[in-house]
């Protein structure tokens, strides 16, 4: 019997619906200790975790307003513990405010041995557990991101069938413990390649991708998809509009995700903030078949503001969360495709 039983089914299904309602998407603050140490040091802030931990706090403090385009956040391990000031727990904070908390369960990439200079994502080993213990603290979902990149001869055969193993793998093990997996292969903006390669690209890996989710009978209902936007890479000097990249994202996505699929949220991988909101607002826009939600799950996208004007001052709290709700906000239209500049 290759399906999970139908009270599982029920709650994975729910749940992704949940997280792709219209209108709402995800805050993604999963950066790892290493990742925030860099924003913490650009504001002049130490990597303690405390420094941590405030960052997280003003975000989740955020006037409830944002739980009306915010759906979902995707945590970092150490934030699923955090409190807040006056000791309420973050996760509390979360569910008060209606916010469905998930997890980033990968533990990032090392090299694909004799590949093209490519690269594969660890953390399977132990993830039934780590999934199991992330329930129990009240997660309803898990993020794994395999990153692609665009070179003269990549992704080569090896990344592509690697990255999506890996996947299926995780994403049944996360099914197996109740959590909703993000699947996410994130085929990269760098590289100077055009509109046309990004598409075949993507279309190449969500196509494995997705043959490798049925091998492994991952539940499609109770998934959610985290890709890249096809556009062309960042140094390519021949720019496409909003309306160009949403026919090619639109495209690729008919070709490669079965409308089985409840939702898809978009990473914003380098974009600028109001980028990523203009070209969300033309994917949704533009006339064509679209059998899923098609949202935002936005991390640099939803932040990269709100870190300008925090500047790491207790005195610049108050407007960065005015910030924080602006952006989703713009984002939360844009999942609409009502989004004006
Ligand atoms: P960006 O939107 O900054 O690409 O981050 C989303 C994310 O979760 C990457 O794994």
Known sequence: FSYPDTKLQEEL?????????????????????????????????????????????????????????????????ETVYQKSDDGTPFMELLKKRNII?????????????????????????????????????????????????????????????????????????????????IVEPD?????????????????????????ALNDH?????????????????????NRNTPEEIAVATVTALLRGVPAAVPGIAFLSGGQSEEEATINLNAINKVQMKKPWTLTFSYGRALQASVWKIWAGKDVNVKKAQVELIKRAEANGLAALGKYEK
């Open 13 to 77: 299904k729910k749940t992704a619906e949940a997280i792709v309602v219209p209108g709402k998407g995800i805050l993604a603050v999963d950066e790892s200790n290493e990742g925030i140490g860099k924003l913490l040091a650009t504001v002049g802030l130490e990597n303690t975790e405390n420094n941590r931990r405030k960052y997280r706090q003003l975000l989740f403090t955020a006037h409830d307003v944002l739980s009306e385009n915010i759906s979902a956040v995707i945590l970092f391990d």
């Open 101 to 181: 908390p998930g997890i980033k369960v990968d533990k990032d990439v090392v090299p694909l041995y004799l590949s093209e200079d490519e690269v594969t994502t660890q953390g399977l080993d132990d993830l039934a557990q780590r999934c199991a213990t992330y329930k129990k603290q009240g997660c309803r979902f898990a993020k794994w991101r395999c990153p692609i990149k665009i070179g003269e001869h990549t992704p080569s055969v090896q990344a592509i069938h690697d990255t999506a193993q890996v996947l299926a793998r995780y994403a049944s093990i996360s099914q197996s413990q109740g959590l909703v997996p």
């Open 187 to 211: 085929v990269l903006l760098d590289g100077n390649h055009d509109i046309v390669r990004a598409q075949k690209v993507t279309e190449v890996v969500l196509a494995a991708v997705y043959k």
């Open 217 to 237: 009978h991952v539940f499609l209902e109770g998934t959610l998809l985290k890709p890249n936007m096809v556009t062309p890479g960042q140094a390519c000097p």
